[in-house]
């Protein structure tokens, strides 16, 4: 078992997603045209989770 999370997006979004992510230095996979994949490690901070936040929303609103 692991932390594997898809997170559904509302339009076909998620290559741009995955691609603006990237962009700040964190890796997520597009597994579908709406999905991403995030896979942080079993030892993840709360820090670690608020960065994540804070760069996702960054890069939807880049890609909105």
Known sequence: SGLW???QLTDNKAAAIEAAMR???VIVN???PNVIRVAPPLI???ADIEAFMT???A??????
């Open 44 to 46: 993840v901070q709360p």
């Open 5 to 7: 999370i898809g997170i």
């Open 23 to 25: 962009e700040h230095g």
């Open 55 to 57: 760069t996702l929303t």
């Open 59 to 64: 890069a939807l609103e880049e890609v909105a």
């Open 30 to 32: 597009a597994v579908k």
